[in-house]
């Protein structure tokens, strides 16, 4: 599974990671810029199943609007993906 982050609008952060529900929350993953996709990336082994996650984009916690996402019963939004 690979998890990526393309931005657009001239936003170039410094640092990008992911975090989820793939391994309780408790990580924070990093995603490297790949300069020939001009996109951040970040590869995992994940087991089937469907997985909630966040990216931390220079420590603020987001989601990726292109990507699916869903509010949760307590109100937050994350990103959802399915494996």
């Known amino acids: 599974?690979?998890?990526?982050?393309?931005?657009?609008?001239?936003?170039?952060p410094k640092t990008v990671l992911i975090s989820g529900s793939f391994d309780?929350?408790?990580?924070?993953?990093?995603?490297?810029?790949d300069n020939r996709e001009k996109k951040w990336?970040?590869?995992?082994?994940?087991?089937?199943?469907?997985?909630?996650y966040k990216y931390i984009i220079d420590g603020n916690w987001?989601?990726?609007p292109n990507e699916n996402h869903s509010k949760g019963?307590?109100?937050i939004v994350n990103n959802v993906i399915e494996v």
């Open 1 to 12: 599974m690979s998890f990526s982050y393309k931005f657009g609008n001239n936003r170039n």
């Open 24 to 33: 309780g929350w408790k990580e924070k993953h990093p995603l490297k810029y």
């Open 41 to 52: 990336i970040c590869k995992m082994n994940l087991k089937k199943g469907k997985y909630f």
């Open 62 to 64: 987001e989601i990726n």
């Open 73 to 75: 019963s307590d109100g």
